[in-house]
């Protein structure tokens, strides 16, 4: 756990605490991590929050291949003391990713993931949805031979517009 605080003079004060963690057992890993800041300005107060979970097992018998999920969160909210709504400041998005890839530490390595997002715009008074995509990520790397090595990156994404109106902020 950490805390910081943030102080400028009279125009600005701020809190950021952190929650971290880590797992190792059997082959199993979980790493997390809650952050949030509170602050205030003369103009606006926010809340941004940053969650962050990654979940993975090492499959020994299946040549130390890593299969896990990672889910991250930003969020972001600002909003005005003159009035009640959100500032063009204010963003949030959250993403889903499942992966598999084989150990880093061979020379040989490739690996899989499929990433769910959802972006988040501000509309006056509260978020609403302006995109949400699918991506899907083939990589590896051939570098056994020290002459002749090939990396590689394929990505397709599918990106869904919901708003076009805030998709342009």
């Given amino acids: 756990y950490s805390w910081m605080g943030y102080f400028r003079q009279n125009s600005y004060t ?3 605490n952190v ?17 949030v800041t509170n602050s205030k300005s003369i103009t606006d107060k926010s809340v ?52 598999a890839n084989t150990s880093a530490a061979k020379a040989n390595k490739m690996g899989v993931s499929i990433i769910f997002r959802t972006d988040r715009s501000p509309d006056s008074t509260k978020f609403k949805k302006i995109d949400n995509s699918e991506t ?3 990589f590896g790397e051939l570098a056994k031979s020290i002459h002749h090595q090939l990396q590689w990156n394929l990505t397709y994404r599918n990106l869904k517009v919901a708003d076009t109106t805030l998709a342009a902020q």
């Fill in 14 to 16: 701020g809190y950021r």
């Fill in 48 to 99: 941004f929050w940053r969650p962050h979970l990654d979940i993975a097992k090492q499959l020994k018998k299946w040549n130390d291949i890593t299969i896990g999920s990672r889910f991250d969160l930003e969020h972001n909210q600002v909003n005005s003391l003159q009035g009640d709504y959100l500032s063009f400041q204010s963003f949030s998005f959250n993403t889903l990713e499942f992966y």
């Fill in 19 to 35: 929650l971290s963690s880590q797992l190792q057992k059997n082959g199993f890993s979980m790493n997390g991590e809650f952050n």
């Fill in 136 to 138: 899907v990520n083939i």
